[in-house]
């Protein structure tokens, strides 16, 4: 079996590998590259095999750097299925279409053409084909069967099985305990793994202080009369955050005031996540047991969805305290600059951070104690206070990689340290060896292993 790194080397995101066994031809995830940009132009670069000639894709969750290219490998040939879980498949085909519209004002700045048209999202729709967790698909010589990655709703590590060896693909690992979806499964043995290393270098911050924290900004905000701005990726970052201001609401802890999420795009999603909210093999006991005591999860007294524009600026007239979750979560773009504008000059409101901020981004800008930043073409004052909560990293720590890594420690010939850039990769591959004795390299871009 050969093993081919097309993406996801030496860099968090482009996830993409490939796997040929008796000449046929898979592959796993085929994430859009990003960086400083939405669509880095490595992203126009032909494919570096030929997409008619791949028999499947399998695919282990919907966040775009995993799932960003696939409209445009079907418009370049590819045919075959493609699998995932059930929620995946329904948060990549509005993710997809949501990036649609970004890629096309993108494409039309630089006078390219735009990577790929709404009719290649619909036509991998048609392609694509739900799994459960534990239940094997087969394509030609591959096995490939799901596990919960516990990083979002949905996401899956893969083991493939092909010429009687096994090799494991992490996706992204989620951290531990998950606020509301099952914990990441554990896999007991594997040939060979790749494992992600977004935070292969770090030790996160206490869970348990997140929530606190978070009833601290509110109440001291809302006693001061001002507004609190969440900044908030649209994918599970916006629902967590819903989650846990469901349990403080309704368990008295903060004040009553409008909640408002002004995102089309994470209402939509939420409604996704209501759809599965029942089911015991996406959310956990302590939601499972919320939801039969009838309580929605994600909606509580005050909740308000604005999906129009008109809706998103009546916000403009309620007047403070009150709460406005808005994208993008870095302040690149999106309904939040609207607030921003109106806010950060007031020294009552505050701005909370829970998601990470890249560099060069307007959000790390105010994070790292800008005194005004420039905004929709003004120059706005910064005077609300800045906070951050790190407690909502969706992704596994160092300390975590370790510990799931280590029931393969014996089975495992080596381990590939992957989707991470070189700073937190080469240190985890460093640890994986002292700590683990175990084979552990980080592959470079393009690099082909026989397995
Ligand atoms: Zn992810």
Redesign the pocket.
């Known amino acids: 079996m050969e093993l081919t790194f097309h993406g996801g080397a030496r860099m968090v995101t482009g996830s993409n590998y490939l796997l040929e066994s008796g000449g046929e031809q898979i592959l796993i995830d085929c994430g859009l590259n990003q960086g400083s940009r939405f669509c880095e132009a490595k992203n126009f670069e032909p494919f570096p095999y030929d997409p008619k000639k791949i028999k499947a894709l399998f695919v282990t ?1 919907a ?1 775009i ?2 799932t960003g290219r696939i409209p445009q490998l079907v418009r370049q040939g590819f045919t075959g299925p493609i699998y995932s879980t059930e929620p995946t498949k329904d948060f990549a085909e509005l993710l997809l279409l949501d990036s649609e519209h970004i890629l096309r004002e993108d494409a039309e700045v630089h006078h390219r053409e735009p990577l790929y048209g709404a009719e290649d999202v619909n036509r991998a729709g048609a392609q694509w084909r739900g799994v459960s967790y534990h239940k094997k698909a087969t394509v030609g010589p591959f096995s490939i069967e799901f596990y919960d990655a516990g ?2 709703l949905g ?1 899956a590590i893969l083991a493939v099985e092909a010429e009687g060896k096994r090799v494991v693909f992490s996706g ?1 690992l989620g951290n531990m305990p998950p606020s509301f979806i099952n914990p990441r499964e554990s896999i007991p043995g594997a040939d060979y793994v790749l494992v992600e290393s977004v935070y292969g270098a770090r030790v996160h911050e206490d869970l348990a202080d997140r929530r606190d924290a978070l009833e601290d900004l509110i109440e001291e905000t809302v006693k001061a009369g001002g507004v609190v701005l969440i900044p908030a990726f649209a994918l599970e970052r916006t629902q967590g955050l819903l989650y846990e201001l469901n349990e403080l609401v309704e368990h008295g802890r903060i004040p009553r005031v409008p909640i408002f999420v002004d995102s089309p795009l994470a209402i939509k999603l939420t409604a996704v996540y209501q759809k599965y909210a029942s089911d015991p093999r996406y959310f956990g006991p302590a939601a499972i047991a919320s939801l039969k005591r009838g309580d929605a999860l994600f909606n509580f007294p005050g909740l308000r969805m604005s999906l129009t524009k008109e809706q998103s600026k009546e916000i403009n007239g309620v007047p403070p305290p009150k709460v406005i979750i808005a994208g993008s979560g870095m302040s690149q773009g999106g309904r939040i600059l609207h607030h921003e504008v109106r806010y950060l000059p007031d020294p009552k409101s505050s701005i909370l951070f829970i998601g990470y901020q890249a560099e060069g981004s307007l959000g790390r800008k105010i994070l790292e104690g800008a005194k005004t930043v420039k905004l929709l073409g003004e120059e706005v004052a910064v005077r609300a206070k800045v906070k951050q909560i790190s407690g909502y990293s ?1 992704h596994a720590d160092q300390p975590q990689l370790l510990e799931w890594l280590r029931p393969m420690r014996l089975s495992a010939k080596k381990v590939f340290v992957v989707q991470g850039e070189e700073i937190e990769a080469l240190p985890l591959a460093q640890k994986i060896r002292d700590e683990l004795a175990m084979d552990a390299v980080v592959p470079t871009e393009g690099e082909v292993v026989n397995l």
């Open positions: 969750h966040h750097d995993h990083h979002i996401s992204d969706a």
